[in-house]
């Protein structure tokens, strides 16, 4: 499968911390392979749009990893929205 990153996702993750930004990518790699972990859900927008959520956070909620990506699958196509802490 092929993930593609919108500007807006390039730009949130261009502002984030070096080790954080490196966890995260290493997740939206593995949405290659698998586009809905365990740690996906759905989000529904106002206008009725759903969109995938992948939940990145450590086990201690005080840490600076905690993160939301945003996502679509489009076929064998993965598109990242956002990347918001």
Request: net charge negative; with cysteine; hydrophobic share 30%.
């Amino acid at each position: 499968m092929k993930v593609s990153l919108d500007p807006e996702a390039r730009q949130d993750l261009s502002e984030i911390q070096n080790e954080i930004r490196e966890e995260i990518v290493e997740n939206i790699e593995d949405l290659k392979n698998h586009s809905l972990p365990e740690k996906s859900y759905v989000i529904r927008l106002p206008d009725g749009t759903e969109v995938q959520c992948l939940k990145l956070q450590e086990e201690n909620r005080n840490s600076d990893f905690n993160h939301r990506v945003t996502y679509d699958i489009n076929g064998k196509q993965v598109r990242i929205y956002r990347c918001i802490p």
